[in-house]
């Protein structure tokens, strides 16, 4: 299991992920599930990944190499806007599920990676998109200014609760990395490393960049002061009459 998201602001986004990945009780790895293409002044697009760990890798490993063949092959390099890139990832993952889809039915096991794909191209306005397994996809709007994928039920209710379009990027940060705390708390299959990216808009590169590991004195004192700021509001609520 995983959880991700990204999450578009007025001024900019933010864009986090768990490292941790589950093959059982007894097989628990760490791999980063943030990736990052940036070319500055240009372009900076970032991926992140849930699902079976081998299927996102190798799209991953379809884009780069696109990205460094002949420049007549499509890719997220030469791509005009966000739209195109989602395309590109689409692509690439009906590419990979095409390949090994039929061995993994075999073995009762489904092609289940996904992305979130968010950034912005020169010229473009910051564009965010959920893709699924299939290869289709949605884009993120006013009304919907963000996307998780993997375990998101623990981690939802504060962002519901805190973030809006107009949400500050500094405010939205803490907020995220509160859904995690709260995940974490939750489900042991979600844990440390947690990447953090914040992407201000029109910046076309990544100038806020952080990884949070077990024991992480910032991660440490957040997950302190949620949980006794959610206790002492707690017992201020009135008492039920009955």
Known sequence: MTYCIGVLLEEGMIFASDSRTNAGVDNIGKFCKMTVFERRGDRVLILLSSGNLAGTQAVIGVLNQRCEADAAVPNLWSARTMFDVAMLVADAMRDIERRDGQYLQENEIGFNASFIVGGQIKGEPL????????????????????????????????????????????????????????????????????????????????????????????????????????????????????
């Open 127 to 242: 564009r965010l998109f959920r893709i699924y397994a299939e290869g289709n996809f949605i884009e993120a709007g006013v009304d919907t200014p963000y996307f998780q994928t993997g375990e998101t039920k623990y981690g939802k209710p504060i962002i519901d609760r805190v973030i809006t379009r107009s949400t500050p990027l500094a405010d939205a940060a803490k907020c995220v990395l509160v859904s995690f705390d709260s995940t974490m708390r939750s489900n042991l299959s979600v844990g440390m490393p947690i990447d953090l990216l914040c992407y201000e808009r029109d910046s076309l590169e990544v100038q806020r960049r952080r990884r949070f590991d077990d024991g992480d004195a910032y991660f440490t004192a957040l997950s302190h002061a949620w949980s006794e700021g959610v206790r002492q509001v707690f017992r201020q609520l009135p008492d039920l009459r009955w």
